[in-house]
């Protein structure tokens, strides 16, 4: 049930952009995204409401398509400050939430 | 102003001795969530309180407890750890019902069985 992210791994130069893909096998009523960095707590970015809603955060964009079960996030222009792990969390029709395999971003100057 | 507090940050146990890791919140959230986040993996819902209503992820060990006293405060208890059960434990709320909004972690504590 644990949803899988790809790419596993990124990295990126600054200003470059980056998808982050995120696939669940089961029928999703909506999905969040989380940014951690390492040592520290997951940080919220967004949700994404079925309906296949696509919602902005500054350069930090995402898509939500329900009946492909699949979520995208979308980086443009990175920054530094972008570096982290980013984990998709699904949360199913059986109101069951997961986190995804988690995707690990690198921006380097 | 920090608004989900973990204490402690570190916690080491003995082999097969009970610990109780704790959280509390400012926010006045209705539910509560305990995470298990082992390393390089993904964070894993061990059980969420909406209110008091107390929810037991299928595959969280026997070996796992929680208590809710109140809005603001809620308890991990591991009543005999094992050597796999060393991880980062994060403990998070949220507004609303369950895993309909964003959730807020605390910094977390990593917890060392030896």
């Known amino acids: 049930q644990q949803p899988v992210q790809s790419p596993q791994a990124v990295i990126l130069r600054e200003g470059e952009d980056a998808v982050i893909n995120c696939s669940s096998s089961?029928?999703?009523?909506?999905v969040h995204w989380y940014r951690q960095k390492h040592g520290e707590a997951p940080v919220f970015l967004m949700i994404l409401l079925k309906g296949g809603e696509q919602k902005g955060h500054e350069k930090i964009s995402a898509s939500f398509n329900e009946k492909k079960q699949q979520s995208s996030l979308y980086l443009t222009a990175s920054q530094l400050s972008y570096s982290g792990t980013y984990f998709c969390?699904?949360?199913?029709?059986?109101?069951?939430?997961?986190f995804g395999t988690g995707t690990s971003l690198t921006v380097i100057p | 102003d920090a608004m989900v507090i973990q204490n402690p940050r570190y916690q080491v146990t003995q082999f097969g001795k009970p610990v109780t890791l704790s959280c509390s919140q400012t926010l006045n959230h209705n539910v509560m969530y305990w995470y298990q986040q082992k390393s390089s993996q993904a964070p894993k819902l061990l059980f969420h309180?909406?209110?008091?209503?107390?929810?037991n992820e299928a595959d969280t060990p026997d070996n796992f407890q929680s208590r809710r006293p109140n809005t603001s405060f809620c308890f991990l208890d591991i009543r005999s750890p094992g050597l796999g059960d060393a991880a980062m434990y994060l403990c998070?709320?949220?507004?609303?019902?369950?895993?309909?909004?964003?959730?807020?972690f605390g910094q977390g504590t990593r917890l060392t069985v030896v």
């Open positions: 998070a709320t949220s507004g609303g019902t369950v895993f309909s909004t964003e959730a807020f």
């Open positions: 969390g699904t949360r199913d029709t059986g109101n069951q939430f997961y």
């Open positions: 309180y909406y209110d008091k209503d107390f929810n």
């Open positions: 089961k029928a999703l009523y909506s």
